[in-house]
């Protein structure tokens, strides 16, 4: 069997994606076991994180795992000149397993065509966000029963914002209708627009933020304007503040609806809204602990039955 990776989301199947949601369920009732116990995952974290990073290496650590890697690739010797092929190479001899940030777009699939083991893209550029994407499907999932026929809003950032390009690939296979929520600015790319078209997902684009798109909403997925893929600060500053979520546009919003965001937020939302019976984006990073088990063990060929009856659960 071929090497496994977990680059990109528009790989995935609808039986796979599926498949990964009901593996994550299975972590999500036995997060800690010991069935990846001698193995050894690295993180090699390009670009800055919070989440991503500490999830999958809290992932790693409750499947048995060791773990090596670095947060700031400046203690590393990229800082002398060693290219991203030399780093892959020398940490496949290390490791069983590498999740990678990079702020190249491409940099992950790139680390996939040149590694002997598994590559895990967590975040490469402006592009793609897989295993937030497969977080964010789980988050849906669980909060609404289903996948199929969503209304979802696309909010804020969405020219940068690799996780709301995932989400769009991932959801092709699920009928939804997407409204793009963003200034000119930082409109959904043309790409984007065109995947959409190609693949027949229905999608409207607005400028305004208001309550009447509110309430017709299942998901409300708000995104921070990302500051640091900005070449002039100036037109950041005018941006940054553009759609700020308070309580008081919720008023008249679906009883199923949920507020995601993949985090960290800047102000976008306000912070009276996360006591708010729609609000799930804190509940929404814990999922991604059950996730990143799920694609942790995927990558390394542990099959759905080897999960479900594996002995080394601790209950
Ligand atoms: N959602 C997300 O990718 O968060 P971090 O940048 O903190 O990993």
Known sequence: MGKHNFVTIADLSKEK???????????????????????????????????????????????????IGFSDAKVTSATKGETLKDTILMVSNYADAIVMRHYIEGAAQYASEVAP????????????????????????????????????CLVGDLKYGRTVHSLIMAMRHFN?????????????????????????????????????????????????????????????EKVKNVYILKNEMLNNARDNMKILHPLPRVNEIEYEVDTNPHAYYIQQAQNGLYAREAIICDVLGLSMDEIINDPTIIK
Do not use: W
């Not at 790409?191 to 017709?216: L, P, R, S």
């Open 176 to 236: 939804p209708t997407f409204h793009f929520i963003a200034p000119k600015e930082l409109a959904m790319p043309n790409e984007y627009k065109i995947y959409c078209k190609e693949h027949n997902i229905k999608y409207v684009e607005h400028t305004a933020f208001n309550e009447k798109i509110i309430n017709e909403a299942d998901i409300l997925y708000m995104t921070r304007v990302q500051k640091e893929r900005f070449s002039d600060l100036m037109e950041y």
């Open 17 to 67: 994606i599926l498949y990964m949601i009901k593996l994550a369920q299975e972590f999500e009732k036995h997060p800690n076991r010991e069935i990846l116990k001698g193995k050894v995952v690295a993180t090699l974290f390009f670009e800055p994180s919070t989440r991503t990073r500490l999830s999958f290496e809290t992932a790693a650590n409750r499947l048995g795992t060791r773990v």
């Open 117 to 152: 083991i598994p590559i895990i893209n967590a975040g490469d550029g402006a592009h793609q966000h897989p295993s937030q994407c497969m977080l964010d499907l789980y988050s849906i999932y669980k909060t609404q029963g289903t996948l199929e026929n969503l209304n979802i």
